[in-house]
């Protein structure tokens, strides 16, 4: 662990002058894992394996983070949407979290704005300071030396069970990351941040995040704008309103399965925040 932290320090140091005026623009590409299994008759096997194709095609997404030494923006890349293959008329939508991610380091504070729902809300809390174990792992993506870094903590989801009731399950995770301090900055995609280099890389053991292109201080300076419009709420406010809103749709959702109503193979799936 010494020897890992002594070198993490030479790569800081070795890099640090150059943090002072430091900008830049970060692309990553996501990935997750599908294990979606529909209790329904009328989802036969074949079905079900177009479904999980479905998913993950729309799950790998592109991001940029724009950051310089105090703040950065974090948002998902506009791209076309592909036509739905599945033939049974079966229309899944997805909803993966955050719009646009302002991050403000020397603040410590953040504002991510959300659209849920048709309405667009602005989140504004405190930076969530995680405590992250140091790993004596490293290994090169691109042309940067990383080293490893992991933390744990526990995750609630809600799943629609198969008499029409709604379960929740709390899990343990373990999120692991790699940073290099070759770029010095303490910040990285989505809300990650906290170590002493940028993050390339983000496994939660579900979703995956790598970082595959890398412009440092470019010739055009970078602009990072807070977002400005929409609903303001806390993290906590905007937690209650979008687990009331989702429970309300899936009381729908049972509402239609007892009657039979076609919609009923329309099917919502959310996924983190």
Not at 144 to 157: G, M
Not at 163 to 181: F, H, L, N, Q
Not at 183 to 202: C, K, Q, R, S
Request: charged share 30%; aromatic share 8%; hydrophobic share 30%.
């Amino acid at each position: 662990m010494q020897k890992h932290y002594l070198s993490a320090l030479l790569l800081l140091f070795s890099t640090i002058g150059l943090a002072q005026n430091f900008q830049g623009v970060a692309t990553y590409k996501s990935h997750r894992k599908v294990d979606l299994k529909l209790d329904d008759k009328n989802v036969n096997e074949e079905m079900q394996e177009q479904i999980q194709a479905q998913l993950r095609r729309q799950f790998q997404q592109e991001y940029t983070l724009t950051f310089n030494k105090n703040e950065s923006l974090y948002k998902q890349e506009e791209k076309l949407e592909a036509p739905n293959p599945i033939q049974s008329g079966m229309q899944i939508k997805i909803s993966q979290g955050s719009d646009i991610m302002y991050k403000n380091l020397k603040e410590n504070r953040y504002t991510n704005k959300n659209e849920i729902f048709g309405k667009v809300f602005l989140i504004k809390d405190s930076l969530n300071k995680r405590k992250w174990k140091l790993v004596n792992e490293t290994k090169n993506i691109g042309d940067y030396t990383c080293f490893k870094a992991e933390f744990s903590d526990d995750y609630t989801t809600q799943t629609l069970t198969s008499d029409g009731g709604v379960e929740e399950v709390t899990k343990p995770r373990t999120t692991s990351i790699w940073y290099t301090p070759q770029i010095p900055i303490n910040n990285g995609p989505a809300d990650y941040f906290g170590l002493p280099g940028l993050i390339l890389e983000v496994n939660d053991g579900d979703l995956t995040l790598v970082c595959s292109k890398i412009v440092l201080n470019p010739k055009e300076e970078v602009q990072i704008t807070e977002p400005t419009k929409g609903k303001e709420v806390s993290q906590e406010e905007f937690d209650e309103i979008r687990d009331k809103k989702s429970e309300e749709m899936m009381e729908q959702f049972r509402s239609r399965r007892g009657s039979g109503d076609g919609d009923g193979d329309r099917v919502m799936i959310r996924i983190g925040g």
